[in-house]
């Protein structure tokens, strides 16, 4: 079982308010609904970061080799699969 520890946060009345409502629409206590939203926004902001490592990882091995695909190969390729088709990625190229 995890260990669990205690945060606070400080809310200005407005946004505590929309909290609770959402709680009580919800049937669920405003601390579900605060944790759902840390949750949420934790996985959100790492798949961001992911996704920022990816690109730079592409950019520099694009710089040292050249190989690429052209927007419109990849335009081709996206707008095939799109619509349902099996289709394999275009290949690279200098």
């Known amino acids: 079982m995890p260990v669990l520890a205690t945060t606070s946060l400080k ?3 407005e946004l505590k308010e929309r909290v609770q409502r959402i ?3 919800r049937r669920r206590s ?3 609904v605060m944790l ?3 949750e949420q926004f934790v996985v959100r902001e790492e798949k961001r970061e ?3 490592r990816d690109v730079l990882a592409a950019w520099e091995e694009y710089q040292a080799t050249g190989l690429h695909a052209t927007a419109e190969e990849a335009e081709t390729w996206l707008a095939k699969l799109e619509a349902g088709e099996d289709a394999q990625a275009p290949e690279c190229h200098v």
């Open 30 to 32: 405003a601390h579900w």
């Open 11 to 13: 809310l200005d009345a």
């Open 23 to 25: 709680a009580a629409s």
């Open 36 to 38: 759902e939203a840390v």
């Open 50 to 52: 992911q996704l920022r």
